[in-house]
């Protein structure tokens, strides 16, 4: 099969969070089954072209609405040596510091911006010759290829056979712009309505995704079921009802050629199951590297995450300092968002030296040595599509406390006191009370139950979440999608 990923994000050239990761890592998995990948992302001005060996490769023009062109440089690399990728270069939109906005706030003209890279990638498809089987699009910013292939390109086009699969990450962001952009996307108004892309008024980007792609999925199972809930579907569950039969959730794997502890060159010492030497001078240096007091008998609780409400924060900022004052535990923690949370842990860190370490800002260098460093990763989060970083700490023998939720709950086996077994510690209600007593949970057992912490540890480190298995559960969307297509 042929099949491109748009998407606005891509691990190591431009990332925020983990819908990254699965655009490099899905595309790798499906060459080794031997399928025929190729990437589109814009070239954001941050992305270091020398670096990854990004070279200009010709010129695209695409017809936006109102007889809008605009021409486009399509620069080419090669992801990880294993996956072409193509750049679309756009100064007046993609020559700017961030992905989707700065410290200030959301670009503005964030509908145009992605419109503009979704029928680009028609168009490059059409002039580089690469005529897909699939097109696979992800969250709100690529939710428009859907829609073009079945208007702009459903007859008399290369690509009027091309099916569209959309990948829902995160329902939390939709792509809910003023209706004044409709007419440079140039969707006829026809589809400016409540079932497809219409939402009070404005337009929903996310949502005319949804009607139109032959094939939807999510992240996790439990998530898909989630998505069809009030709740959980966050203001779309009815349209997603309207798709069920072909919504999927299929988990997300770990790329290991990443994220493996016996290989990682970006954390000080290596280690595997079999001798955890490393694990124990990687916790050393994070202590070293965030201040903290050289400790090998206390617990560190890591957290990585963007700072936003999705992931818990509330609760944390309720419950670490009672958790700091009562328990004998230490906390690092790296992340960059919501300006209430960055001052929380500043304050955090300024109030409990020795014990608080944080880092304000992206790192992938400490990323990894949180998860190799700590001895529990927590992950509150309100709703988790997937999660990554769950799975990372497993693979490094760092354990997991999740809310049960979404992928939290489909990768993390609960502890049982009875006989040791489970990869991480888990807790269902959002709230305080309930995450208090899950770190306590933790605690007791690393004081009092040391062989449970190492059984749960071996537990941890031996599950894989291969991206090989997923890969061949999106081969069958595929396949699914292209049927529909041609139906
Ligand atoms: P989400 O996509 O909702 O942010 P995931 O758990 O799926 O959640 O993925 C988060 C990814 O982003 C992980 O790879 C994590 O290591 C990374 N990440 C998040 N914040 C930072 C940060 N401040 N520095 C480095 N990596 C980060
Ligand atoms: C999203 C979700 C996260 C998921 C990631 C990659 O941003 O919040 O749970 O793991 O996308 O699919």
């Not at 899905?26 to 070239?43: F, N």
């Not at 992305?47 to 080419?76: K, L, P, T």
């Not at 079999?274 to 609780?301: N, V």
């Not at 790192?363 to 001895?375: F, M, N, Q, V």
Request: aromatic share 14%; glycine share 10%.
């Amino acid at each position: 099969m042929k099949i491109v990923f748009v998407s606005s994000e891509c691990t190591p050239y431009a990332k925020t969070g983990g819908l990254a990761d699965v655009a490099a890592a899905l595309p790798k998995a499906l060459q080794r089954l031997g399928h025929e990948v190729r990437i589109i992302m814009p070239l954001y001005s941050s992305i270091d072209r020398a670096r990854y060996g990004i070279q200009f490769q010709s010129s695209s023009c695409i017809h936006m609405g109102h007889g809008e062109e605009n021409w486009v440089g399509v620069h080419s690399g090669l992801l990880d040596g294993q996956v072409p990728v193509w750049f679309v270069e756009y100064d007046r939109f993609f020559g700017r510091p961030g992905i989707y906005h700065e410290y200030w706030g959301e670009y503005l003209d964030n509908a145009y911006r992605f419109a503009l890279l979704s029928k680009a990638a028609l168009q490059i498809c059409k002039d580089q010759n690469f005529i897909p089987d699939v097109m696979h699009s992800h969250d709100w910013p690529t939710a428009l290829v859907p829609a073009f292939l079945k208007t702009w390109d459903r007859v008399l086009s290369p690509l009027s056979a091309t099916a569209s699969v959309l990948t829902i990450h995160n329902v939390g962001y939709q792509g809910v712009y003023d209706a004044s952009a409709y007419s440079y996307i140039g969707i006829g108004s026809e589809y400016f309505y409540v079932d497809a892309f219409e939402s009070h008024g404005k337009i929903n980007l996310l949502k005319g995704g949804i009607f139109f792609a032959d094939a939807l999925t999510t992240v996790s199972p439990t998530h898909a079921r989630e998505l069809l809930e009030p709740i959980g579907g966050q203001g779309l569950a009815p349209y997603l009802n309207n798709r069920r039969d072909v919504l999927f959730g299929i988990l997300n794997g770990v790329d290991y050629e990443h994220w493996n502890p016996a290989t990682d060159a970006l954390i000080p010492a290596p280690f595997d199951p079999s001798d955890l030497s490393g694990k124990a001078t990687c916790k050393a240096h994070l202590q070293q590297r965030f201040g903290l007091e050289q400790r090998a008998d206390l617990p560190i609780f890591g957290i990585v995450s963007r700072f936003v409400q999705q992931k818990g924060f509330d609760l944390l900022r309720e419950v670490l300092p009672s958790a700091l004052n009562g328990m004998a535990l230490q906390v690092v923690v790296l992340g960059t968002g919501d300006n209430s949370t960055e001052d929380f842990f500043h304050w955090l860190t300024a109030s409990y030296p020795g014990r608080v370490g944080s880092y304000i800002g992206f790192s992938d260098e400490l990323s990894h040595l949180i998860e190799a460093g700590s001895d529990f990763f927590l992950m509150p989060s309100l709703y988790e599509p997937c999660g990554l970083n769950q799975s990372y700490s497993m693979k490094y023998g760092t354990l997991p406390i999740v809310r049960a939720t979404g992928g939290l709950d489909d990768t993390v086996q609960n502890y049982d006191e009875a006989t040791g077994n489970g990869t991480g510690f888990k807790f269902w209600d959002a709230t305080a009370a309930a995450l208090y007593y899950s770190i306590g949970w933790a605690v007791s057992t690393w004081f009092d139950r040391p062989q449970h912490i190492a059984q749960m540890r071996q537990q941890a480190m031996a599950q894989n979440f291969s991206w090989d298995d997923s890969a061949r559960q999106y081969v069958d969307v595929y396949h699914l999608a292209i049927g529909n297509r041609r139906a």
